[in-house]
């Protein structure tokens, strides 16, 4: 019979041989750096404490109106095809934004080089407890830019690329975005089932960059973002 030391020396020697203490070990914060080396577009990225805890405050850079422009804080060194990406992220709508500001906050992926072809999810957090139902319907997003962005994916094939999850206007709130073999799934607030799946990723399986992602008319709060692949 073996014994509990045999076993447990030949788990530690197995572990080791495969790598998988290795591969087990938390990956790093990318967001505990200076965030200067963030490369942005269209935006401004600062070190601010929020609720608590260290983080990166991302808002439109000044001037830049344009409801077309791209909004994204990207992370350099990250190339992302597959894998699992989590963060926490608050957003809230700017001071001064106009009524159709929802504090639009989320996690850009697989951007190309020209900064303008990636795909995302993203939260409207003020959506998560509107009293109007359709709204609520409009919490959670996909958009696959340029050529899918959520005006059109809402126009052909209204409530597949889109969905509603509880959420409150600028607090932490965790999420975790899995891709594997062509489908991509939004897990919002640690819960165990998706909130969102999308079968049909629109943008070719091409490996590419990732980043904070904001929308016009907000105030966005970034921290503790992990990229396992």
Not at 12 to 20: D, E, I, M, N, Q
Not at 29 to 39: I, M
Request: aromatic content about 8%; charged content about 20%; glycine content about 8%.
């Amino acid at each position: 019979m073996i014994s509990r030391l045999s076993l447990a020396a030949s788990l530690v020697a197995l572990s080791l041989s495969t790598g998988w203490i290795q591969r087990q070990q938390p990956a790093p914060d990318l967001l505990a750096g200076d965030p200067g080396r963030l490369v942005l577009e269209n935006v401004t990225a600062t070190r601010v404490q929020y609720r608590g805890r260290d983080a990166v405050r991302v808002v439109a850079k000044p001037g830049t109106t344009d409801t077309q422009v791209e909004r994204l804080a990207i992370v350099p060194g990250v190339e992302f095809r597959e894998g699992v990406i989590e963060a926490d992220i608050a957003g809230v709508p700017a001071a001064g934004a106009d009524t159709s500001a929802r504090g639009f906050v989320g996690v850009a992926f697989r951007i190309d080089s020209s900064h303008t072809r990636y795909a995302a999810f993203y939260l409207r957090p003020t959506n998560g407890r509107a009293t109007d139902q359709l709204r609520r319907n409009h919490s959670a997003q996909y958009i696959a830019h340029p050529d899918f962005p959520w005006s059109r994916l809402r126009k052909e094939q209204p409530g597949v690329y889109e969905s509603y999850v509880d959420l409150e206007a600028g607090a932490w709130t965790p999420i975790r975005i899995e891709v594997r073999s062509g489908t991509a799934r939004l897990y919002v607030n640690r819960v165990p089932q998706p909130t969102l799946i999308v079968s049909d990723m629109k943008n070719p399986p091409a490996a590419g960059a990732v980043a904070l992602w904001i929308d016009s008319g907000t105030e966005a709060h970034f921290s503790r973002l992990h990229v396992t692949k």
